[in-house]
């Protein structure tokens, strides 16, 4: 039997999937110039704000989530200096979530996430609510970087979930 939430955070993996990589489709008419230069972003340029999805997406909660194990990482760290390696392993990462969610057990969504912080002390969080924050943190970054595109006078694409789920089989 699964739980009520493992269709709605599959639904949310998916839209992620899906965010993610109409951003990048977007991203990669930037002219590199743009793509690296201070934008004014919290990680500074649209190459910085998209590593750091990688770094906290998948280099430390995905590790967390499915290893159990807490890795030590910058979050500001340049894990991927190469734009094109950048992009697949972007998009490579957000598809490894869905498998994973859809696996869990139904007892699992009741329990919680214990983990080590960045600073090297112990956490826990409700583990739905962990999972809700990974998702709804690489929203919040994918918007700045929305707001970037927009400031660089290039088009941003339509990444809002309402639209996700009024066209899910949309490319």
Do not use: C, K
Not at 32 to 46: E, H, Q, T
Not at 104 to 125: I, K
Not at 149 to 171: C, F, K
């Amino acid at each position: 039997m699964t739980h009520p939430f493992h269709a709605h955070f599959v639904q949310l993996a998916r839209y992620n999937a899906w965010a993610t990589a109409r951003l990048l489709d977007a991203v990669a008419h930037v002219p590199d110039a743009d793509y690296r230069r201070d934008a004014g972003l919290f990680f500074r340029s649209v190459h910085g704000t998209l590593n750091h999805l990688l770094v906290a997406e998948q280099l430390l909660w995905f590790v967390r989530f499915a290893e159990g194990i807490s890795p030590r990482v910058a979050l500001d760290a340049e894990a991927e200096p190469d734009r094109a390696r950048l992009d697949q392993r972007l998009r490579a990462g957000t598809l490894r979530w869905e498998p994973l969610i859809a696996a869990l057990p139904a007892e699992r969504w009741a329990g919680t996430l214990d983990y080590t912080t960045m600073r090297g002390t112990a956490a826990s969080l409700p583990f739905a609510g962990g999972l809700a924050h990974v998702f709804n943190h690489s929203t919040h970054h994918r918007g700045q970087i929305t707001a970037a595109l927009t400031a660089l006078g290039r088009p941003a694409p339509v990444i809002d979930l309402v639209y996700y789920l009024q066209n899910p089989s949309q490319p």
